[in-house]
Protein backbone atom coordinates (compact mmCIF):
# COMPACT_ATOMS: atom_id res chain seq x y z
CA UNK A 1 0.00 0.00 0.00
CA UNK A 2 1.56 3.42 -0.64
CA UNK A 3 1.92 5.72 1.88
CA UNK A 4 1.29 8.82 -0.30
CA UNK A 5 -2.15 9.11 -1.48
CA UNK A 6 -3.40 11.22 -4.70
CA UNK A 7 -6.74 12.25 -5.89
CA UNK A 8 -8.55 11.99 -8.12
CA UNK A 9 -6.96 8.99 -9.84
CA UNK A 10 -7.78 9.76 -13.30
CA UNK A 11 -9.26 13.38 -14.83
CA UNK A 12 -10.59 14.78 -18.05
CA UNK A 13 -11.39 18.30 -17.93
CA UNK A 14 -11.71 20.96 -20.78
CA UNK A 15 -9.61 24.17 -21.27
CA UNK A 16 -11.85 26.45 -19.68
CA UNK A 17 -12.21 24.43 -16.69
CA UNK A 18 -11.27 24.62 -12.79
CA UNK A 19 -9.97 21.33 -11.20
CA UNK A 20 -7.67 20.61 -8.27
CA UNK A 21 -5.64 17.45 -7.53
CA UNK A 22 -5.08 16.48 -3.87
CA UNK A 23 -2.11 14.64 -2.38
CA UNK A 24 -1.87 13.21 1.27
CA UNK A 25 1.09 11.35 3.09
CA UNK A 26 1.12 9.94 6.84
CA UNK A 27 4.97 9.25 6.41
CA UNK A 28 5.88 12.25 8.69
CA UNK A 29 7.92 14.04 5.67
CA UNK A 30 8.35 17.76 5.69
CA UNK A 31 9.00 18.39 1.95
CA UNK A 32 6.34 17.21 -0.28
CA UNK A 33 6.50 17.60 -4.13
CA UNK A 34 4.70 18.39 -7.67
CA UNK A 35 5.89 15.86 -10.68
CA UNK A 36 4.54 16.43 -14.28
CA UNK A 37 5.21 12.95 -16.00
CA UNK A 38 4.93 12.54 -19.76
CA UNK A 39 5.00 8.64 -21.58
CA UNK A 40 8.34 7.14 -21.92
CA UNK A 41 9.98 10.15 -20.10
CA UNK A 42 11.72 10.33 -16.61
CA UNK A 43 9.47 12.60 -13.95
CA UNK A 44 10.10 16.60 -14.56
CA UNK A 45 10.27 18.47 -11.39
CA UNK A 46 7.33 21.55 -11.04
CA UNK A 47 7.09 22.35 -7.28
CA UNK A 48 9.13 21.46 -3.94
CA UNK A 49 7.10 22.42 -0.35
CA UNK A 50 9.78 22.45 2.12
CA UNK A 51 8.21 23.02 5.68
CA UNK A 52 5.11 24.01 4.40
CA UNK A 53 6.79 26.58 2.00
CA UNK A 54 7.21 27.04 -1.81
CA UNK A 55 11.14 26.68 -2.20
CA UNK A 56 11.25 26.02 -5.64
CA UNK A 57 8.95 26.62 -8.77
CA UNK A 58 10.44 24.87 -12.14
CA UNK A 59 9.06 27.63 -14.29
CA UNK A 60 6.01 26.61 -14.32
CA UNK A 61 2.93 28.46 -16.44
CA UNK A 62 1.11 30.32 -13.89
CA UNK A 63 -2.37 27.42 -14.97
CA UNK A 64 -0.50 25.23 -12.27
CA UNK A 65 -1.20 26.62 -8.70
CA UNK A 66 0.53 24.51 -5.75
CA UNK A 67 -1.08 24.87 -2.06
CA UNK A 68 0.19 23.08 1.16
CA UNK A 69 -2.27 23.86 3.70
CA UNK A 70 -0.32 21.66 6.30
CA UNK A 71 2.38 19.56 6.69
CA UNK A 72 0.30 16.26 5.41
CA UNK A 73 -1.69 18.35 2.29
CA UNK A 74 -0.09 19.58 -1.11
CA UNK A 75 -2.59 20.62 -3.89
CA UNK A 76 -2.17 21.51 -7.55
CA UNK A 77 -5.19 23.97 -8.49
CA UNK A 78 -5.71 23.34 -12.63
CA UNK A 79 -6.80 26.39 -14.73
CA UNK A 80 -6.89 27.14 -18.29
CA UNK A 81 -4.54 23.88 -19.17
CA UNK A 82 -3.23 23.31 -22.72
CA UNK A 83 -3.83 20.15 -24.33
CA UNK A 84 0.19 19.75 -24.04
CA UNK A 85 -0.82 19.80 -20.19
CA UNK A 86 -1.97 16.26 -20.21
CA UNK A 87 0.38 13.89 -18.26
CA UNK A 88 0.76 11.59 -15.00
CA UNK A 89 1.37 14.09 -12.25
CA UNK A 90 3.12 12.72 -9.15
CA UNK A 91 3.59 13.67 -5.86
CA UNK A 92 6.34 12.68 -3.51
CA UNK A 93 7.32 13.50 0.23
CA UNK A 94 10.44 13.11 1.52
CA UNK A 95 12.36 14.19 4.67
CA UNK A 96 13.55 17.75 4.13
CA UNK A 97 17.13 19.20 3.69
CA UNK A 98 18.19 17.05 0.01
CA UNK A 99 19.62 13.35 -0.11
CA UNK A 100 16.56 11.52 0.90
CA UNK A 101 15.12 8.86 -0.86
CA UNK A 102 11.16 10.32 -1.75
CA UNK A 103 8.11 8.18 -1.79
CA UNK A 104 5.63 8.74 -4.89
CA UNK A 105 1.87 8.56 -5.18
CA UNK A 106 0.21 6.41 -7.89
CA UNK A 107 -0.40 9.55 -9.60
CA UNK A 108 -3.46 11.47 -11.83
CA UNK A 109 -3.45 10.66 -15.39
CA UNK A 110 -4.72 13.80 -16.33
CA UNK A 111 -6.62 14.33 -19.99
CA UNK A 112 -7.34 17.84 -21.30
CA UNK A 113 -9.58 17.77 -24.19
CA UNK B 1 24.96 18.06 -20.80
CA UNK B 2 22.39 15.93 -18.28
CA UNK B 3 22.43 15.80 -15.29
CA UNK B 4 22.42 11.74 -15.23
CA UNK B 5 22.76 9.84 -18.19
CA UNK B 6 21.16 6.16 -19.01
CA UNK B 7 21.21 3.79 -21.43
CA UNK B 8 17.82 3.76 -22.40
CA UNK B 9 17.82 0.10 -23.60
CA UNK B 10 15.85 -2.33 -24.07
CA UNK B 11 17.12 -5.11 -22.32
CA UNK B 12 15.47 -8.24 -23.11
CA UNK B 13 16.66 -11.34 -21.44
CA UNK B 14 15.74 -14.76 -20.62
CA UNK B 15 14.58 -15.96 -16.69
CA UNK B 16 17.41 -16.92 -14.55
CA UNK B 17 19.67 -14.13 -16.40
CA UNK B 18 22.32 -11.62 -14.93
CA UNK B 19 21.73 -8.39 -16.39
CA UNK B 20 23.52 -4.88 -15.23
CA UNK B 21 22.59 -1.17 -15.96
CA UNK B 22 24.94 1.90 -15.56
CA UNK B 23 24.15 5.40 -15.56
CA UNK B 24 26.46 8.39 -15.04
CA UNK B 25 26.32 11.56 -13.34
CA UNK B 26 27.90 15.05 -14.13
CA UNK B 27 28.16 16.74 -10.48
CA UNK B 28 30.78 15.44 -8.66
CA UNK B 29 29.63 17.35 -5.44
CA UNK B 30 26.56 14.63 -5.28
CA UNK B 31 26.35 12.85 -2.24
CA UNK B 32 23.11 10.50 -2.76
CA UNK B 33 22.15 8.32 -5.00
CA UNK B 34 19.51 6.40 -6.05
CA UNK B 35 17.60 3.25 -8.19
CA UNK B 36 13.60 3.40 -8.59
CA UNK B 37 12.00 1.03 -10.86
CA UNK B 38 8.66 1.81 -12.59
CA UNK B 39 6.00 -0.26 -14.04
CA UNK B 40 4.00 0.51 -16.88
CA UNK B 41 1.68 3.16 -15.98
CA UNK B 42 2.50 3.44 -12.22
CA UNK B 43 4.69 5.83 -10.14
CA UNK B 44 8.45 5.40 -9.63
CA UNK B 45 9.22 2.71 -6.63
CA UNK B 46 12.39 2.96 -4.59
CA UNK B 47 14.03 -0.51 -5.38
CA UNK B 48 17.54 0.76 -3.46
CA UNK B 49 19.52 3.21 -2.16
CA UNK B 50 23.53 3.36 -3.55
CA UNK B 51 26.14 3.89 -0.80
CA UNK B 52 29.70 4.21 -1.49
CA UNK B 53 30.48 0.58 0.17
CA UNK B 54 27.95 -0.94 -2.43
CA UNK B 55 25.09 -2.63 -0.97
CA UNK B 56 23.21 -5.88 -1.71
CA UNK B 57 19.73 -6.47 -1.56
CA UNK B 58 18.58 -10.09 -2.47
CA UNK B 59 18.79 -10.62 -5.94
CA UNK B 60 19.85 -6.52 -6.23
CA UNK B 61 23.22 -5.28 -5.72
CA UNK B 62 24.36 -1.63 -6.33
CA UNK B 63 27.60 0.14 -6.89
CA UNK B 64 29.23 3.77 -6.73
CA UNK B 65 31.95 4.94 -8.21
CA UNK B 66 32.80 8.40 -7.25
CA UNK B 67 35.86 8.37 -8.85
CA UNK B 68 34.11 7.67 -12.35
CA UNK B 69 30.76 9.48 -10.93
CA UNK B 70 29.43 5.79 -12.02
CA UNK B 71 26.75 4.15 -10.82
CA UNK B 72 25.72 0.62 -11.68
CA UNK B 73 22.38 -2.27 -10.38
CA UNK B 74 23.15 -5.73 -10.95
CA UNK B 75 20.04 -7.95 -11.11
CA UNK B 76 20.58 -11.80 -10.74
CA UNK B 77 18.30 -14.72 -11.28
CA UNK B 78 15.86 -12.35 -13.44
CA UNK B 79 12.35 -12.95 -12.39
CA UNK B 80 9.39 -11.93 -15.15
CA UNK B 81 8.74 -9.29 -12.50
CA UNK B 82 11.58 -7.49 -12.82
CA UNK B 83 10.46 -6.36 -16.42
CA UNK B 84 10.09 -2.93 -15.71
CA UNK B 85 11.65 0.92 -15.99
CA UNK B 86 14.95 1.03 -13.77
CA UNK B 87 15.54 4.93 -13.13
CA UNK B 88 19.00 5.84 -12.12
CA UNK B 89 18.47 9.12 -9.54
CA UNK B 90 20.68 11.57 -8.14
CA UNK B 91 20.34 14.29 -5.67
CA UNK B 92 21.20 17.81 -6.55
CA UNK B 93 23.56 19.88 -4.16
CA UNK B 94 24.48 23.39 -2.77
CA UNK B 95 21.48 25.71 -4.95
CA UNK B 96 19.60 22.28 -6.42
CA UNK B 97 19.65 20.67 -2.64
CA UNK B 98 16.17 19.10 -2.90
CA UNK B 99 15.86 18.28 -6.33
CA UNK B 100 16.37 14.50 -7.40
CA UNK B 101 17.90 14.17 -11.06
CA UNK B 102 16.20 11.40 -13.09
CA UNK B 103 17.89 9.54 -16.00
CA UNK B 104 15.87 8.64 -19.01
CA UNK B 105 15.45 5.07 -17.38
CA UNK B 106 16.51 1.81 -19.19
CA UNK B 107 13.45 -0.63 -20.09
CA UNK B 108 13.86 -3.86 -19.23
CA UNK B 109 11.66 -6.76 -20.28
CA UNK B 110 12.26 -11.00 -18.83
CA UNK B 111 11.11 -13.46 -20.95
CA UNK B 112 10.50 -16.91 -20.06
Known amino acids: DTEVTQTPKHLVMGMTNKKSLKCEQHMGHRAMYWYKQKAKKPPELMFV???????INESVPSRFSPECPNSSLLNLHLHALQPEDSALYLC????????????FGDGTRLSIL | RKEVEQDPGPFNVPEGATVAFNCTYSNSASQSFFWYRQDCRKEPKLLMS???SGNEDGRFTAQLNRASQYISLLIRDSKLSDSATYLCVVNGRGSTLGRLYFGRGTQLTVWP
Open chain 2, 50 to 52: VYS
Open chain 1, 49 to 55: YSYEKLS
Open chain 1, 92 to 103: ASSQPGGGQPQH
